[in-house]
């Protein structure tokens, strides 16, 4: 496999721009303007597109057709019930940001899975 060529040249490459990496790449952009690489892999959220309810959010959630995986009937049903939990998992690196008293952390696909 050939070597990717680039010229590019940064001071700072930040991975992810969750609320640590979006304020670091603030910070950092300041001290070296046009210096600063910010890599996101996640999606792109207009102003105003970020869901704000549990049928948006239901919305956003992929889950292919046959994977094997269970999930709970509010995931399909893309609405909430009083007294039910929603919850949230993403992917990273160790333990995530723990903001507002709410923390996402890396799940083990095995628990993903309910049995």
């Known amino acids: 496999m050939a070597a990717l060529k680039t010229d590019l040249d940064h001071e ?3 991975v992810g721009s969750g609320f640590g990496g979006a304020v670091m790449c603030a ?12 890599l996101e892999r996640g999606k792109a959220y207009p102003l105003g597109g970020f869901p704000r309810s549990p049928h948006d959010l239901a919305n956003n959630v992929w889950y292919p057709d046959g994977d094997g995986a269970r999930r709970p009937p509010a995931v399909h049903q893309r609405r909430a019930r009083r007294g ?9 690196l ?3 940001s723990n903001f507002a008293d709410t923390h996402l952390g890396p799940v083990p696909l095995d628990l993903l899975a309910l049995a």
């Not at 910070?27 to 910010?38: E, F, Y």
């Not at 039910?84 to 990273?92: D, I, K, Q």
Request: net charge positive; proline share 4%; aromatic share 12%.
């Open 12 to 14: 700072a490459v930040i």
């Open 27 to 38: 910070r950092l952009s300041k001290r070296c303007p046009g210096q600063v690489l910010l």
């Open 84 to 92: 039910s939990l929603t919850g949230m998992y993403g992917f990273g």
């Open 94 to 96: 160790k333990y995530e």
